[in-house]
């Protein structure tokens, strides 16, 4: 369990096809790796990665091919937004995330607003019945607030900070990203399928 609040911005440095999938090396940047191990989880652009390799400032984990044709592209020298696993005793300073992504948005506009940018995300499938004005969506790894949503496009808005510290500054249109709805939203939708279906 993740909270969507980016610790530091990291670069994949290495790769290694797999029969089913590939293993990346990550360069942690600022990211503190004391106290991981082997096992432990690691969000990267949304992404829950298990680390099954450490050095002094990798790790290493294996992406599979599942996971390759449902997120954005993984390619040697992206820069990448990394969060370490919550504990219990952790700040709570976004929302609730999974690391399991929904599905790919594609950006629509990137508008510069004073000094922030608006940001206007199209959700595919069935993912825009989740995301509410004022509600949580996590982009690329980032919680961010919904200010806006018209169909199956939501906009937020990116203050300098989180431009800053995450790579959603670096966004342009037309651009995938990963996006994971608020888990909350999605269990109230099953209760009310169910109330529907079973009439209670």
């Known amino acids: 369990m993740f909270t969507g609040i980016v610790q530091a911005v990291g670069q994949i440095v290495q790769e290694v096809s797999l029969e089913d999938g590939v293993q990346l090396s990550f360069d942690t940047a600022e990211l ?4 991981v191990v082997v096992g432990d989880s690691i969000a990267v652009n949304g992404v829950c990665l298990t680390v099954i390799a450490l050095a002094s400032r990798q790790f290493s984990a294996v992406v599979s091919r599942v996971t390759l044709t449902g997120t954005t592209g993984w390619q040697l ?16 300073g976004g929302h609730l995330v999974t690391g399991h992504v929904d599905g790919v948005g594609r950006v629509r506009r990137c508008v510069p607003c004073g000094e922030s940018l608006t940001l206007q995300v199209d959700a595919p499938g069935d993912l825009p019945r989740y995301i509410a004005t004022k509600g949580s969506v996590t982009v690329q790894g980032v919680s961010l607030t919904v200010n806006a949503v018209e169909d199956a496009c939501f906009t937020v808005n990116l203050i300098p900070h989180t ?8 966004l342009v249109e037309g651009q995938g990203v990963n996006l994971e709805v608020d888990v909350l939203a999605r269990y109230a939708e099953r209760s009310r399928q169910w109330s529907a279906t079973h009439g209670e």
């Not at 503190?32 to 106290?35: H, K």
């Open 32 to 35: 503190g790796l004391e106290g």
């Open 163 to 170: 431009q800053q510290v995450t790579t959603l500054g670096e």
């Open 77 to 92: 020298g992206q820069r990448v937004n990394l969060e370490r696993a919550l504990r219990l005793c952790d700040a709570l």
